[in-house]
């Protein structure tokens, strides 16, 4: 049996659990988008009853082209997450990118996340499970799903058995991912909690020559499939305005149409419940 995993103490991921989200921007843009997609979340989960983490990157270290927008860097990033943490009631997350950095932000928010491109380095796995906080580790896009055990094992290694896997696509070519849906309930059944990270799977990586572009009118039937293979939680990237966004603005979802998708994957996840119930 996979181990549970406590976000915040607020709730758990895994068998038996509900399905929660993880969405916010691809990157801190400024205090006032924080707080403003913080918000809406915020009343989103209270009155869908769901379990929601405020996702926001504030240093994209693995963009295409050396004139991209990273974010507003390690203080400033963590300034605004934890101002997030204050006048919401959310858990955060962001991503580190060197062991350096995983105490400071580990002070500040209640899930780490290791990017795919960095899900082999050991020393960032070892400090990031180091701080004994949750660590959601995304699955890099050239490895196999049950390849993830040594990355995972990595971190339990430091004595933290709070770890996730992100699914989030696979290379498929050039400039193209595709997600192998076998993948989810292998790492399920026989890793840990699993979530499928619904926008970036759509990313059609380096695809506009100096930044990614993407293709998000596939965003819904990839997290429905996902839904319906029975992950723990969905991850999106969202955004006030998609078009105007400073980093995967192709891939990301508008904020009016985050509640259609989140309604559709619970009525899924019911479903499910529902049909598993008449085969036991």
């Not at 839904?227 to 192709?250: C, K, N, Q, Y």
Request: aromatic share 6%; net charge neutral.
């Amino acid at each position: 049996m996979i181990r549970k995993v406590s976000i915040a103490g607020r709730f758990e991921a895994g068998p038996g659990c509900p399905p929660f989200f993880i969405a916010g921007p691809c990157v801190l843009e400024s205090e006032e988008m924080a707080i403003e997609v913080a918000a809406f979340l915020e009343e989103l989960a209270g009155r869908l009853r769901i379990n929601v983490v405020f996702k926001g990157s504030f240093d994209k270290a693995n963009r295409s082209s050396a004139a991209s927008y990273r974010g507003p860097g390690e203080a400033e990033g963590l300034r605004i997450l934890a101002k997030v943490k204050e006048r919401h009631r959310l858990p955060v997350t962001t991503d580190i990118h060197d062991p350096g950095q995983a105490e400071a932000v580990a002070r500040v928010v209640d899930l780490l996340q290791v990017p795919a491109f960095l899900c082999r380095q050991t020393d960032l796995l070892l400090a990031a499970g180091g701080t004994g906080v949750p660590v959601n580790i995304k699955k890099g896009q050239f490895m196999a799903p049950w390849d993830m055990r040594n990355a995972v094992e990595k971190v339990r290694s430091t004595g933290n058995d709070s770890v996730l896997v992100t699914e989030r696509g696979t290379t498929f070519g050039y400039n193209n991912l595709v997600v192998d849906y076998r993948g989810l309930p292998l790492i399920r059944e026989s890793i840990c909690p699993v979530v499928f990270d619904a926008t970036h799977s759509v990313q059609l990586p380096g695809g506009a020559g100096t930044a990614s572009s993407g293709e998000r009118k596939y965003v819904g039937p990839l997290a429905r499939a996902a839904m319906a293979a029975g992950v723990d939680g969905v991850f999106l990237e969202i955004h006030p305005d998609p078009g105007r966004a400073l980093s995967d603005g192709p891939n990301s979802l508008s904020l009016g149409e985050v509640e259609p998708l989140l309604r559709s994957l619970l009525a899924l996840r019911a479903a499910a419940g529902e049909e598993a119930r008449r085969g036991e």
